[in-house]
């Protein structure tokens, strides 16, 4: 039973194309999160929506656009990609209010790979 | 804001010796800290995590850390490495109000026989 899914877990495309990655958990959470790791394993928050409302936004190109349809899905949206987008992406849920320590839970993330 | 500086990216020991994977931090109120392991090719699971309630923190896999304010540090150690340890493993902070993780640039770990 998988706590944080995300699909595809491999992504191949060329340079200019328009993507997407979704995100899904099943744990109750109201609070999701992308995160990028690039090549040197370095992992820096993106953005975070709690309750479908986005929360977090870190300076992220405008070329990426996270949408959240409801709290158990955070999809990932890339266009015009560059060669620079190329990394691992991971979504991750915790639950906002439950305590401040909460744990946030990872996917196993998608390895995007631009040409 | 808060950040966490990882010494060492990466550290060998052997099979059955004692492993120290080290942490400092730097915060302007009491951190959050949490300690992530990430085997190869897979996403980040949580090891331990320090919220103030103890100063020795004990995780899963026979992994503990210690808070110590006075040295900023949360050094994770394992008494006695086994070979399916060897993995990247991140510190991380919790920064702000919204539990935005702040990470370390991550340690390697590697055992050998």
């Known amino acids: 039973d998988t706590a944080v899914s995300q699909t595809p877990k491999y992504l191949v495309t060329q340079m200019g194309n328009d993507k997407s990655i979704k995100c899904e958990q099943n744990?109750?959470?109201?609070?999701m999160y992308w995160y990028k790791q690039d090549s040197k394993k370095f992992l820096k928050i993106m953005f975070s929506?709690?309750?479908?409302?986005?929360?977090i936004n870190e300076t992220v190109p405008n070329r990426f656009s996270p949408k959240s349809p409801d709290k158990a899905h955070l999809n990932l949206h890339i266009n015009s990609l560059e060669l620079g987008d190329s990394a691992v992406y991971f979504c991750?849920?915790?639950?906002?209010?439950?305590?401040?320590?909460?744990?946030?839970?990872f996917g196993p993330g998608t390895r995007l790979t631009v040409l | 804001a808060q950040s966490v500086t990882q010494l060492g990216s990466h550290v060998s020991v052997s099979e059955g010796a004692l492993v120290l994977l080290r942490c400092n931090y730097s915060s302007s109120v009491p951190p959050y800290l949490f300690w992530y392991v990430q085997y190869p090719n897979q996403g980040l699971q949580l090891l331990l995590k320090y919220t103030s309630a103890a100063t020795l923190v004990k995780g899963i896999n026979g992994f503990e850390a210690e808070f110590k304010k006075s040295e900023t540090s949360f050094h994770l150690t394992k008494p006695s490495a086994h070979m399916s340890d060897a993995a990247e493993y991140f510190c991380?902070?919790?920064?702000?109000?919204?539990?935005?993780?702040?990470f370390g640039t991550g340690t390697r770990l590697l055992v050998s026989p």
């Open positions: 929506y709690n309750n479908k409302e986005l929360i």
């Open positions: 991750a849920s915790s639950q906002l209010g439950g305590g401040v320590s909460d744990t946030q839970y």
């Open positions: 744990l109750g959470h109201d609070t």
């Open positions: 991380a902070v919790r920064d702000g109000g919204f539990q935005k993780l702040v």
